[in-house]
Nanobody, 114 residues
Framework: QVQLVESGGGLVQPGGSLKLSCAASRSTFSRYAMGWYRQAPGKERELVASITDDFSTNYADFVKGRFTISRDNAKSTVYLQMNSLQPEDTAIYLC????????WGLGTQVTVSS
């Protein structure tokens, strides 16, 4: 069973930046495509960005040009650099394989507010 531990969330003003990290316990991390997802109150969980094992990336339209996903296989960690944050980006951010497995971490709360 893989463990996923997200960190780096917080409260930020509109236009601000945050960098999220997700540490995975799986020793074969480098073989998996990974994704960042988010879930806002009262909304369905949605995919934000994904990165394949060969570092190809894909982004949801609502974050293109603002967010960057990356990974460090030596550290079994995937990152999400978020710039130009807006109030509508407020959500719990979670990482998982892409496509996602059933096991999820707790996520990290991102709140964008003035």
């Amino acid at each position: 069973q893989v463990q996923l531990v997200e960190s780096g969330g917080g409260l930020v003003q509109p236009g601000g930046s945050l960098k999220l990290s997700c540490a995975a316990s799986r020793s074969t991390f480098s073989r998996y495509a990974m994704g960042w997802y988010r879930q806002a109150p009262g909304k369905e969980r949605e995919l934000v960005a994904s990165i394949t094992d060969d570092f190809s990336t894909n982004y949801a339209d609502f974050v293109k040009g603002r967010f960057t996903i990356s990974r460090d296989n030596a550290k079994s960690t995937v990152y999400l650099q978020m710039n130009s944050l807006q109030p509508e980006d407020t959500a719990i951010y979670l990482c998982n394989a892409y496509p996602a497995y059933d096991e999820w971490g707790l996520g990290t709360q991102v709140t964008v507010s003035s």
